[in-house]
């Protein structure tokens, strides 16, 4: 009998990581799009809140939250390289279809943050960090990208040192909030070009930086966001759920209604029916 329960165990165990590698393939290729978050995508498979109380603490219990980590990690490393091509092709010849399919992956998980938003009594004045998160996504959806003409960074300097290690810090912050993406705001410093050139051309001397300060921007923030869940979890999952909404806005690609439009709705229910089994609590 105990040696049946052990087994049991082993199996529940090895298909939690499974679910987790894929979990994070998802968050990677999540990364790869200027205006798509990987926090956003977090929250839509349901791993959010664990996520970040694991990496924030993960000088604490580091055996426990690094199990729990290494596979979204290696999954969305997985993600970004298999994926990255395709997805840019993707965007490039169906990009109607492919982000009407993300809209469909963000708007399925508005019932399960709405759900948690209201696990206690809600608050009138929890309206406020809502309104604050969706306008300054609004915001952002309405900025464009200024990186038209930047000079990409090849060569390691003590200045650029300094300009990667504070893209990898802000870059990696954005990529933990949800609705607001880490692609999209190195996009506005004009750091987008060459985050990605490095990480093609397997620049090493450029990506330490890089690494360096997104090591640090995820560390900083996640302890931010971590302790904002424990004190204030509802006008926490309100500002979430507007952060959320908005970035629909960001991703918005227009609508003709032909035959892309109708692909790109069908894309939609897709993504809005793969967000609630990805996101379910059931086992």
């Not at 003590?158 to 893209?167: G, H």
Request: glycine share 10%.
């Amino acid at each position: 009998m105990t040696l049946r329960i052990s087994l049991k165990n082993k199996e529940r165990f090895k298909m939690e990581n499974l679910i987790n590698f894929f979990k994070g393939m998802v968050i990677g290729i999540a990364n790869i799009i200027p205006g798509v978050s990987g926090g956003t995508m977090a929250v839509v498979l349901n791993i959010y809140d664990k996520l970040i109380s694991s990496v924030s603490g993960i000088l604490k219990d580091w055996k426990k939250n690094l199990i729990f980590l290494l596979p979204i990690g290696i999954g969305a490393g997985t993600g970004i390289v298999l994926f990255s091509k395709l997805i840019k092709t993707l965007l490039e010849n169906k990009p109607i279809p492919t982000n009407f399919f993300f809209i469909g992956l963000i708007l399925g998980s508005i019932p399960m943050i709405g759900k948690k938003a209201l696990e206690s009594k809600f608050k009138t004045s929890s309206i406020i960090p809502f309104a604050i998160t969706f306008g300054i996504l609004i915001a952002l959806a309405v900025i464009m990208p200024p990186e038209t003409n930047a000079t990409i960074i090849r060569d390691l300097t003590f200045n650029s040192f300094i300009q990667l290690l504070l893209a990898g810090i802000i870059g990696a912050s954005a990529m933990v909030v949800p609705g607001i993406s880490g692609s999209f705001i190195l996009l506005l410093i004009g750091l987008y070009t060459t985050a990605i050139t490095a990480v093609a051309e397997f620049n090493i001397p450029l990506l330490i930086p890089i690494a360096l300060g997104a090591m640090i921007g995820l560390i900083f923030t996640t302890k931010v966001i971590n302790k904002l869940l424990s004190r204030f979890p509802q006008p926490t999952y309100f500002a979430i759920l507007g952060l959320v909404i908005g970035s629909v806005f960001s991703i918005y690609p227009g609508f003709t209604f032909n035959m892309d439009g109708i692909i790109a709705l069908v894309a939609m229910v897709v993504g809005i029916i793969l967000a609630y089994f990805l996101g379910s609590d059931k086992k």
